[in-house]
């Protein structure tokens, strides 16, 4: 690079890295908010936490940073810069591009909504009354509209939002995806439905105390090669994991005590989350790309390791033992194929996050279908109760009782996630074609995850998805590791193969 190009590049990631320090300041924050800070100071939080990020904001939608852009998008200066540079600078214009093309006023509008719309919806779900939501949602989709006239219409207006979670997703591909999986999916629940097999798993009721729970969770990340030199466990309401920078990824679970499974899954779903950014190449801290590359990929490994792994049965022929040791009253008499069994098993219920791994996708499909209608069909929002229990009766074949448990069940739309939900179902079906190839290149893998050997599995994931980080798209990510494009046939012979023996059924 000509050294006076050489000197703008140093002063762009000088302003990038400024931008991420805010930003990893930011998630330091909430995590400590969600984590057990002290109540009496959440609101002084609160107000330096939109500080922070609006500094973040102004600096990625500076001038300064509009100048930068424009002087590397030259052909003569673009041409010197490697790869990874341009992937950098590519992931750096998006965002500029998203938030400078709303008008501030609108932006800030926007913001006062969304947060009003979260709190109206809490109450909205509690009491079942979609009537008093219904004009914030109203609103809320209204603005979405407008704002994907600003961001520029791909194919449709629901592209625009796709592309926001799953970068190059279209509509043309997800009804493709969605479809030929509803075809597997809807017969296969059918059929495990009208099952006479009904298993007797009374263990599942009986108290599982924090301690012993803590302990396996604990076991397992250290077995996944979660590394907690470069993060830590702890306990929140609702489990997640924030990746604050390479060296310092955190999870969290929670533990019910009349609940064994919850939390020795949730620690395997967000260990899987955790490993994906603990293993990425440390060339990319400080920059954007250090993080996952879309929410459908960080989904697939979380998902591979609590579904493809976790639920797998050489998994518990391995581990069941060590849950036993923490507690042995509790799970007397009960065998790792039973336990498995109490792991897989199907029922066709109204809530999303409470699915297993089959009909979780049918909820999925029905949110997609919908979202779609909103943005490409201009569905009144008054329509959506109706709507949405109409697709519930013909996909999982029970109709919500109230809202509460239908419509209002989930809090993304009250915050205008639109276009998210997808990634959930790409995740398994990323998660179920990697496992595939996995299996093809590694023909002893029942008999390492049956020895307790995972950490081979870890270091082929690190070597093809985790060291990427954003460098690579989605697309590619599939495309490199599985050696073509995604594919929704493998998830359905996975589910189908796992469930026609767990079930005895015949197809
Ligand atoms: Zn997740």
């Not at 943005?375 to 949405?388: A, R, S």
């Amino acid at each position: 690079m000509e050294q006076k190009l050489q000197e703008q590049w140093n002063g762009f990631r000088e302003l990038v890295a400024k931008i991420g320090s805010y930003h990893e300041a930011v998630n330091l924050m909430y995590w400590d908010l969600r984590t057990g800070a002290p109540r009496k100071g959440s609101s002084t939080r609160a107000e330096t936490i939109g500080l922070l990020s609006t500094e973040a904001f102004k600096l990625e939608t500076s001038d300064e940073m509009g100048t930068y852009l424009q002087l590397f998008a030259q052909e003569e200066n673009l041409a010197q810069l490697e790869d990874l540079d341009r992937r950098l600078l590519e992931n750096v214009q998006k965002s500029y591009d998203q938030n400078r093309k709303i008008p501030e006023k609108e932006f800030k509008d926007y913001t006062v909504l969304t947060s009003k719309s979260e709190t109206q919806w809490e109450e909205a779900k509690d009491s079942g009354d979609f009537e008093s939501f219904e004009p914030y949602l109203t609103e809320i989709v209204g603005t979405l509209r407008k704002f994907v006239g600003y961001w520029g219409v791909k194919d449709t207006p629901y592209d625009t939002l796709l592309d926001m979670y799953e970068p190059d997703m279209t509509v043309e591909r997800l009804d493709d995806v969605f479809d030929r999986l509803k075809k597997r999916l809807v017969p296969l629940a059918e059929a495990i439905a009208a099952s006479e097999i009904v298993a007797h798993l009374p263990f599942l009721d009986a108290t599982y105390p924090k301690e012993g729970q803590e302990a396996f969770s604990h076991f397992i990340l250290k077995e996944m090669g979660y590394d907690f030199e470069a993060g830590r466990l702890d306990e929140a309401v609702h489990p997640f994991a924030t990746g604050l920078n390479p060296g310092d990824v955190r999870i969290t679970t929670h533990y019910h005590e009349n609940d064994v499974l919850s939390a020795a899954f949730s620690s395997l779903h967000e260990g899987g989350h955790a490993l994906y950014e603990q293993n990425i190449d440390p060339k990319l801290t400080g920059t954007p790309l250090a993080q996952g590359t879309s929410m459908g990929i960080h989904e697939s490994q979380s998902r591979f390791w609590e579904n493809m792994i976790g639920r797998s049965l050489p998994f518990w022929e391995r581990y069941f033992g060590e849950l036993q040791k923490q507690f042995p009253d509790q799970l007397t008499g009960v065998t790792p194929e039973k336990f498995h069994f109490a792991a897989n098993r199907v029922e066709n219920s109204l809530i999303r996050i409470e699915a297993d791994e089959l009909t979780y996708n049918l909820h999925i499909i029905i949110r997609y279908e919908i979202e779609k209608m909103l943005f490409n069909e201009n569905l009144d929002v008054k329509k959506l109760p109706e709507v949405w229990n109409s697709k519930y009766e013909s996909y999982l074949g029970i109709t919500p009782p109230n809202h509460s448990e239908g419509v209002l069940q989930d809090v993304h739309w009250s915050g205008g996630a639109f276009g998210y939900f997808a990634s959930y179902s790409l995740g398994n079906m990323y998660a179920a074609q990697m496992m595939r190839t996995m299996r093809k290149e590694m023909p002893n893998l029942d008999e390492l995850i049956a020895q307790g050997n995972l950490l081979p599995i870890k270091e082929w994931l690190t070597e093809k998805v985790y060291v990427f980080g954003s460098a690579k798209k989605p697309s590619e990510i599939i495309f490199d590791v599985t050696g073509e494009e995604l594919n929704p046939d493998y998830l359905a012979d996975y589910l189908e193969q796992k469930y026609t023996s767990l079930y005895n059924l015949k197809l």
